[in-house]
């Protein structure tokens, strides 16, 4: 076998378009990274690391013949609800909030795991009832989707819960629930809202309160949102350019190379950069609705679908955030933000997106 035969054979699952597109959004994280880090290396090679690692595991994944991932959406479920409880019980507490569970060889945050386990889990239901499904089925499956969220929001941490709920949700819309149905929910939603509100932790409320008014608290709760509106506004039309942004390497940007990171891009980059950013999104997107409408099986179109609605929404809250349009929720920019956990659970979920792709064919003979 000649070593052309042996490349070819080695990224035959590899969707090269979607991988084209989170080639360059992997690139602009570690272009910025380095920016955001004051031109140190220590970020950029540690997000290289971590993109080696995912990388990895997204090839792994992408191999695997779609009845494999059925067969893993029970097991990776189990194992993130005995994780969580175990978070619960045993987590280690890290300003204010138990997230972590430490291994003895590591520490993991089990609700990143979440994020593919509910939507992956609820596909698998509807798959096994989809001749069948009544109302009765919808019920059970947001039921497995309330569980690891109510052990979630309980740590206390709204971002991760809110973006498993959208996953979750996006399955059920998929899946065919009613308009009916959804606008009941939406109705219930708002007039529980008090009850909701009452039972947020007090730094969640400020939080949401900080939205309208940030000036209120300008140097507590309301800081991050007002030197990152500040960061973005001054980057115009242009951008200050590559490693001239002042509001990022002077320190009045707090949490620049994670949640914030899409306000140094601003500056540096003016609204053009923000443009070809959101260009290179909505193409991830875009060729995620393809590969959901070629999806041969119910399975595959409900998890392909919840991917990448998840996908935008991510980028979606995580820019609304930085320019102050939404609460701080503490949701990273998607495959740019520094971290680990969060870029493994995107990659392994485009990985999932290239498996359906590549092996609808051997599915359909």
Known sequence: MTKRQLWMRFIAHLDRQLLLGIGLLLVTSL???YSADNASFDRPLGQLRNIVVALACMWLVAN???HYLMR?????YALGMVL???VALFGE???GARRWLNLGVMTIQPSELMKIGVPLLMAWYFEKHEATLTLKNYFIAALLMLMPIALIARQPDLGTSLLITASGFYVLFLAGLSWRVIGGLFVAGIASAPVLWSM???YQRHRIMMLFDPTQDALGNGYHTIQATIAVGSGGLLGKGYLNGTQAHLDFLPERTTDFIFAVYSEEFGL????ILLALYSFVVWRGFIITSHASTYFTRLMAGSITLTFATYAFVNIGMVSGILPVVGVPLP???YGGTSMLTLLLGFGMLMSIETHKKLVRT
């Open 72 to 76: 893993t959406a029970v097991p990776i």
């Open 93 to 95: 507490i890290s300003h």
């Open 272 to 275: 053009l950069g923000n443009l």
């Open 335 to 337: 495959l740019i933000s």
């Open 64 to 66: 695997l013949p779609l």
């Open 200 to 202: 947020m932790h007090e």
């Open 84 to 86: 969580l409880i175990g």
């Open 31 to 33: 272009l910025i990274l």
